[in-house]
């Protein structure tokens, strides 16, 4: 097995076109129903015969009632470690296409940009009477819906899912660029049985065009014998393994005494663990107890940041401290300046032992060498020796002082052309 992931880990190069394309497998481990007994029933509706138009014509309600039981078993599962790694390759790989067959958003949820959705979402929602005023799809998070089937916000009619149904053709845009994706290096199918058509001709369009083609699923599927390396293993166990075996994260920063691992979606547990304790929360956040949603947005915000410009929140670790973080280390873009602004705060435990200052000029010598930014500037509220005293041994200069949200502020800046 070993051997197998180091064979595509190989493949996996910076510069490499990756490609993936899963299927409700990826999903399993997250709790998500394959929504279909085994008798193929929901309710007393053959399942096949509430996923068609025809079916919302005759009955709505039903198949809506079907898709809103469906939105809050959904909401109630969270992505898995599957999601998670490829949402984190989205971040790593400059030239990374995932596309799912998936309707769930778990993708998305794990912090994964531009999936391309063969099968649409069920979190979209459109006008069934395809009315003038109205958007093809939109999302609506709504759980449940108060009333079925929905009405259309533009016209009052009846709002549809937006997944599709059979008998109804693909987005073309997506399975265009879904086509297009085939021309790559490494071609994964993960959690799929990849024979329902277009999933089976982007295999083969992939192989034609030369890449090498993996696939991973516990089960041994048509695919299997036409692929260059199978991986017969979970996706939430083959996915981590591989990513093991690629080495640190391209965003990753490391010094003497530290390591900072960008702060993504995956990284919610440790980044709440050290958000909610007592001796942060009494000098970094007023006292004020970080729920864990908050926590996930601060994680899919900075994984957006690095996903846009290369840099957002790092976790600081210490080579010799065990796994919870010693702090945080960052660059963000809504700060106080037109640039972007140096953020930092770490664990008492840890003060006065000079990890703000390592952590932070790694942060610097990232945006000065890596992004050539020009400027990076850093507020703390004053007074407040302690940051100042950090500000000034990493070369910051004191700029101005002044109000900032209420607060009165110290403004440090460090300019690259100085
Ligand atoms: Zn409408």
Known sequence: MRSILHRVARALGSDARITVMTGAGVSAASGVPTFRGADGLWKDFRVDDLATPQAFTRNPRAVWEWYDWRRQAIAGCQPNAAHHVLA???????????????VDGLHERAGASDVLRLHGSIWDVGCWNQCAGSPHRWRDDSVPFPVLPPSCPHCGGPLRPGVVWFGELLDSEVVDRSLDATRCDVFFTVG????????????????????MTVEINPEATPASSTVDVV??????????????????????????????????????????QLWTHPEV??????????????????????????????????????????????????????????GPELLFGLYPTYWGRGFAQEASRAVLAHAFTTLRLPRVTAATDAPNERSARTLSAIGMRFDRRAEHNGLDTLFYSIDLRR
Request: with cysteine; net charge negative; proline share 7%.
């Open 231 to 272: 991986v017969p293993e979970r996706a939430e166990l083959a996915l981590p393994e591989l990513d093991a075996t690629l080495g640190a994260h391209p965003l990753a920063l490391t010094t003497e005494r530290l390591r900072l691992e960008p702060l993504l979606p995956r990284h919610v547990e440790a980044a709440h």
């Open 192 to 211: 799929t049985s990849a024979i329902v058509y277009p999933a089976a001709g982007f295999l083969d369009h992939a192989r034609s065009h030369g890449a």
């Open 88 to 102: 984190s390759w989205s971040l790593r790989f400059p030239r990374f296409t995932l596309i799912t067959q998936n």
């Open 281 to 338: 929360r009494r000098y970094l956040w007023d006292d004020r107890i970080i729920p864990r949603e908050t926590a996930e947005e601060v994680a899919r915000a900075s994984a957006a940041d690095f996903a846009r410009h290369r840099f957002g929140l790092w976790l600081v670790y210490g080579h010799e401290e065990s796994g919870m973080p010693v702090g945080f280390c960052g660059l963000r873009t809504d700060g106080v300046g037109p």
